[in-house]
């Protein structure tokens, strides 16, 4: 039984009964279900924060695993779309080359795929969404680069086509004397190897360095970067623009250096440049590494097109690389300091 409460009245010298007001009782009736709703709010929050059930705990490792999956699928897009671009690229130093064509426009090959909201529907997904964006965006990218590569090859294959039945309709017999024939306009393969007192990690460490590049040509050719603004420390795939300085100050067009992955054939250690430049329509250059003891047999093998001018290029290049393979010769003997004259 509930305990009433009295108060002493001064003015009547008397004991009365307490009454509380109906004000009162609302306000205490508000702050004691105001307090408890807070404390339950914490309570809850500290509970789903730290103690999730069992059921938010399998929903949370699912999220994990489709974070993981979706990170891997990314770099298999990555991947695909490297190995697509190669595709690219030799479509148009080779395949397009032969048969007379433009390249693919650059502007065409990295286009988009258009509308600001192509992805609204995944917008909406806070956790996961940036996520599911970006894949999006990489594979319909790769879908459209495959669809444009598929119609080129197609065009291509028209042209062999075409060029095989022209090519069954020349006579067998030659309408002029082989030694009348003219064969300077013939791509040239420039071959010179040396033996490097180093070890081909070590070769091949440096090999990969864009400081190389500066230091073997230095004094008969400065090639500075454009297109980036700067070479990168260590080559990586892709193509580099850069202009060409005859003995470091006479300028002479320039040059498209295509980096290609490194290979490895038995011991054999290759790195190719694919490039191209104002006057050389193909150039393939081939660094190999060959372990040879404790040393390193290195080769520079360049195989170049540049039309009417190749006879001239070829005596020039094959001065260049004998300059540049006496470099790396100094360059080894001075313990690969780069400062050294």
Request: aromatic share 10%; with cysteine.
């Amino acid at each position: 039984m509930r305990k009433e409460k009295f108060i002493y009245n001064t003015q009547s010298l008397q004991y009365e009964k307490a009454v509380t007001p109906l004000r009162v009782k609302i306000i205490r009736t508000l702050g004691y279900t105001l307090a408890v709703t807070l404390t339950s709010v914490v309570i809850i929050s500290i509970a789903n924060n730290f103690f999730p059930s069992p059921k938010e705990q399998a929903q949370q490792r699912e999220i994990e695993q489709m974070e993981y999956h979706y990170s891997a699928m990314n770099n298999q897009i990555e991947l695909m779309s490297k190995v697509l671009n190669n595709v690219q690229d030799r479509d148009a130093s080779v395949h397009r080359m032969l048969f007379g064509m433009d390249p693919i426009d650059k502007d065409v090959w990295n286009s988009g795929v258009g509308g600001h909201e192509r992805y609204a529907n995944l917008t909406k997904f806070k956790n996961t969404g940036d996520l599911l964006i970006a894949t999006q965006e990489k594979v319909d990218k790769l879908k459209n680069q495959l669809a444009i590569q598929s119609l080129s090859l197609e065009k291509i294959q028209q042209l062999a086509a075409d060029k095989e039945v022209m090519l069954a309709s020349v006579p067998a017999i030659k309408p002029v004397r082989s030694d009348k024939m003219k064969t300077t306009n013939m791509p040239k393969t420039i071959e010179l190897s040396t033996t490097l007192a180093a070890s081909p990690a070590k070769v091949i460490e440096h090999v990969c360095r864009s400081a190389l590049l500066e230091y073997v040509s230095r004094g008969v050719l400065r090639v500075v970067p454009v297109e980036p603004p700067r070479f990168p420390e260590k080559w990586s795939e892709g193509q580099y623009r850069a202009n060409l300085y005859l003995f470091g100050f006479l300028p002479v067009g320039w040059q498209v250096i295509g980096i290609e992955p490194e290979t490895r054939c038995d011991e054999t250690w290759s790195i190719r440049d694919n490039g191209y430049g104002w006057a050389i329509k193909a150039w393939y250059h081939t660094m190999e590494v060959t372990p040879i003891g404790e040393e390193s047999y290195y080769t520079d093998r360049i195989t170049l097109d540049a039309g009417v001018l190749t006879p001239m290029v070829t005596v020039f290049v094959k001065l260049l690389y004998g300059h540049r393979q006496r470099r790396w010769q100094k360059l080894v003997a001075n313990d690969f300091d780069y400062d050294a004259a």
